[in-house]
């Protein structure tokens, strides 16, 4: 490489500056986010695409359109994690910041990691799948945001009902659309009630019925409050209508899904305590592949929960995770350890045993999806099931 170029991107504009390999500056440009700005950038760029290297800053969505208009032409772009650039600039003792600067610490940090650094192509695949994953995951949050709410509403305007029926099942919340409370329930009648929560529940039948959701609206001490029924016919309404946005993009993401992937769901829901939608987030926001770790520590590190801890002569700090990996991956690893705790006897034996050992609750769930990450990592390179009391993974 006798050529670098940073770039420091933002959503309406980019700067690029090239240094040869003698650090000296060999060109600096501002252009725009579109394929003016793009083609401005090509032609300063040598004929020789083997000859030189750009660099970018991987942001949240702005640098995406760049990257693949230079790597679907033919151009070595190595998307780099901004923590990195952080650091590097730290070595300056200059405060000064401006997105000119930026390009050029970017084409920096290139002249001098380049030996570490990759080049990326973008993969369509994998991007479009962690996009669906992420928005699996915020829907989610939503249903659970929502239940809690419509619980505490219940709470006050009707609070047996949780006690005689599922609140959440397709009849129980079709029935709070039109009737939110004791109160209105009590008001309607028992034919209105019956037609809405058993004859329109399409074969699938209530856990109650009418006559004791009746019995229990006549007892209820719950109040009459318009203000909490609209908030909660409303609330009901949106849950059913979430609740169908995470069947389609749930129904989409296992269409995208290639036979490799298909095969390592099988593998990791072969743990007891692995579901399906799980499994498929954790490869998805693993990167599909487990060849792209060298080893399970990488893997780790890739997700965040690698230890860091601060020692200074005498001095040395508590050891907490470092956090500086994919939050989506150590939210799915997080969620998959306190899983196999319940109900896999492996872990589950494991995590008491640094409990016993002094560990607090925390740590040991932590320590324990250490095993399991190790665990996964051995299975899926090895394409072998989980079976427990078999093979020992350590």
Not at 275 to 290: D, P, R, S, Y
Request: charged share 25%; proline share 2%; net charge positive.
């Amino acid at each position: 490489m006798n050529c670098f170029v940073g770039i420091d991107v933002s959503k309406e504009k980019f700067d690029a500056c090239g240094i040869g390999e003698q650090g000296e500056k060999v060109f600096s440009l501002a252009c725009t986010m579109d394929r003016e700005g793009f083609e401005k950038l090509v032609v300063r760029l040598p004929e020789d695409k083997t000859s030189f290297l750009l660099g970018m800053e991987s942001t949240a969505s702005y640098h995406i359109a760049l990257l693949s208009y230079l790597t679907a032409n033919g151009y070595k772009v190595a998307v780099i994690n901004p923590l990195l650039i952080n650091g590097f600039s730290k070595r300056s003792l200059r405060k000064t910041k401006t997105d000119r600067k930026d390009a050029l610490m970017i084409a920096q940090f290139l002249m001098q990691e380049q030996a570490t650094l990759s080049a990326q192509v973008p993969d369509c695949l994998t991007t479009e799948l962690k996009d669906l994953a992420r928005r699996r995951e915020k829907l989610a949050d939503h249903v659970t945001s929502l239940k809690a709410d419509m619980k505490r509403l219940l709470s006050v305007i009707f609070p047996e009902l949780e006690h005689i029926t599922g609140v959440f099942t397709k009849s129980t919340l079709r029935l709070l659309i039109e009737y939110p409370s004791a109160h209105a329930i009590r008001k309607a009648g028992y034919s209105f009630v019956e037609d809405i929560f058993v004859t329109r529940s399409r074969g699938n039948k209530p856990q109650a019925s009418a006559k004791t959701l009746m019995e229990a609206a006549a007892s209820s001490v719950g109040i009459a409050s318009p203000a909490k029924e609209l908030v909660l016919k409303q609330e009901a309404s949106l849950l059913i209508h979430v609740q169908e946005q995470m069947k389609e993009v749930t129904k989409l993401l296992k269409t995208l899904l290639n036979e490799r992937m298909k095969q390592d769901i099988e593998i990791l829901c072969s743990i007891k305590g692995v579901g399906e939608n799980t499994a498929m987030n954790f490869l998805i926001e693993m990167g599909t592949e487990v060849e792209m770790y060298e080893n399970d520590k990488k893997l780790i590190a890739a997700s965040g929960l690698d230890p860091s801890t601060y020692q200074s002569g005498k001095y040395e700090g508590k050891s907490r995770i470092s956090k500086r990996g994919n939050r989506h991956l150590r939210r799915v690893i997080w969620l998959m350890a306190t899983k196999v705790i319940i109900n896999n006897g492996l872990f589950r034996t494991y995590f008491y045993k640094r409990r016993n050992e002094g560990l607090p609750y925390k740590k040991a769930v932590l320590a324990t999806a250490h095993k399991l990450i190790r665990v996964i990592f051995v299975m899926l390179s090895r394409k072998s099931f989980f079976i427990e009391g078999g093979i020992k993974y350590s």
